[in-house]
């Protein structure tokens, strides 16, 4: 009988790319572990996912369907070509952990001793990020309608900081999920609301991580500067309320690089009906001496796929980021686990498709012709994307606009504006 020793032979010399169980692994040893590193961050009470996954009894329902959305990489949620760079809050679990999860549900999803637990995560109650230094909230309450269209609503908040403060987190929370459909916080460095150089200082979209910054790296918010909190309400068949928050970690050392947010925009959409591939881009210009650090696509329901190039001065191109398949239900921040060099004279480009063909599920009509608008059924083209450029000791940190000035000479291809002529093409 060939028992025991193929099988100790054959896990010596090999070096499995798979683990080999020699007992089954136990939800205590093996599974929590993976728990707590890929799915708690979501899995929890008021967090965006609808079941909690912190203990056996909430596990053990939801074995077969964790194994089904692992396998299937439905979870972790993430979006980004493999094939295209590597970033530091990939949600992705390496081959390892699936067969991991896979081996423990197919042998019963088995307990094991307690006695084998981790530590227990620590998280800040009702954060992702580690508990703020100070949180700001809408001044008020705002009642959304069951029905209609809720136009824009704009909420200031001084933050009555005495000195200039940097952030290395920020996280912006929705207390009603159900009607946010996206919030922006700005950041103005006067004390009036809506004067000085407004900048975008973090926000809310389904499916979006929170902002947060490496070591050394950090947002400026100036002394007496005010927030905005930009929000877009959506009716959704039930009256609703909420309070949106922003929580803000503080650094704890003076950073070297300030983080700067910038978009390439492409405002002048307008997307024929019926089409299923239509492609536009956008370009924005870098004019001092920067490194890419993290990006975001933001496009509609018609959005189907995005993707990031550093264009060099000398003209070599790099994809920074791939998604293949936009989803507007997840829009998370892409943070490049290594900074991407961006000399002066560089360019950052992005390429958005959309699918206004019936064939898109999410289509609210493949009839219509689309253009830029604020609501669901109309449709935007942003790349945003984070910076960071060094603080120079003898000058004041800059103000940093959202957009550095335009070189038209170091920019051939300067972002589109509002009223210019639509760069489309149809494959
Ligand atoms: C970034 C947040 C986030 C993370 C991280 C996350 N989930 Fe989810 N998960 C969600 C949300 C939101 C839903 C409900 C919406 C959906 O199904 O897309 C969900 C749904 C699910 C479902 C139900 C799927 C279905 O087909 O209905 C399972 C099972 C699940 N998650 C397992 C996991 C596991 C296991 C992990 C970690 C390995 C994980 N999730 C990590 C947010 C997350």
Aim: proline share 11%; aromatic share 10%; hydrophobic share 40%.
């Amino acid at each position: 009988m060939r028992a025991a020793q193929p099988a100790l032979f054959s896990a010596l010399v090999m070096i499995p790319a798979i683990p080999v169980f020699g007992d089954a692994p136990t939800f205590y040893k093996n599974i929590l572990p993976i728990l707590q590193n890929r799915c708690l961050a979501c899995h929890r009470p008021g967090e965006a996912a609808p079941m909690p996954l912190r203990t056996f009894a909430e596990t053990r329902p939801w074995a077969k369907a964790i194994r089904q959305a692992v396998v299937t990489k439905k979870m972790p949620p993430w979006f980004a070509d493999p094939h295209f760079g590597k970033f530091r809050n990939d949600l992705s679990m390496t081959a390892e952990e699936i067969a991991t999860v896979v081996a423990w549900v197919d042998a019963g999803s088995p307990e094991g001793s307690p006695k084998d637990a981790p530590p227990p995560a620590l998280f800040a109650e009702g954060w992702r990020i580690s508990q703020p230094d100070v949180v700001f909230e809408m001044p008020e309450t705002f009642s959304v309608p069951a029905t209609g269209t809720v136009d824009y609503q704009n909420f200031t908040v001084p933050t009555r900081f005495s000195e200039d403060r940097w952030m290395e987190m920020a996280e912006v929370r929705p207390s009603n999920r159900a009607v946010v459909h996206h919030a922006i916080v700005m950041v103005s460095d006067g004390p009036g609301s809506w004067r000085g150089a407004r900048q975008y200082l973090a926000g809310y979209a389904p499916g979006m991580s929170p902002q947060t910054w490496p070591a050394g790296q950090a947002r400026l918010i100036r002394a007496g500067s005010t927030l905005t909190f930009q929000m877009h309400y959506t009716a959704n068949g039930k009256p609703g309320l909420d309070r949106t928050r922003i929580g803000l970690v503080f650094s704890k050392e003076r950073p070297q690089k300030q983080v700067l947010a910038m978009t390439a925009a492409h405002y002048g959409l307008s997307i024929p009906a019926n089409a299923p591939n239509y492609t536009v881009d956008s370009a924005a210009g870098i004019y001092e001496d920067a490194e890419l650090v993290g990006m975001r696509a933001h496009m509609h329901l018609r959005g189907k796929s995005f993707e990031f190039r550093v264009v060099l001065p000398n003209g070599e191109s790099q994809v920074a980021l791939r998604i293949p398949k936009y989803s507007f239900e997840w829009q998370p921040y892409y943070y490049l686990d290594k900074p991407i060099p961006l000399p002066a004279g560089s360019r950052i480009e992005c390429t958005a498709v959309y699918d206004n063909s019936k064939n898109n599920p999410w289509n609210p009509d493949p009839n219509s012709p689309v253009f830029w608008g604020e609501q669901s059924w109309e449709e935007m083209m942003i790349g945003w994307f984070d910076i960071a450029v060094p603080i120079k000791d003898t000058a004041p940190a800059p103000t940093g606009h959202a957009q550095p000035r335009r070189n038209p000479a170091t920019t051939p291809a300067a972002p589109a504006r509002a009223g210019s002529a639509p760069k489309a093409r149809f494959p």
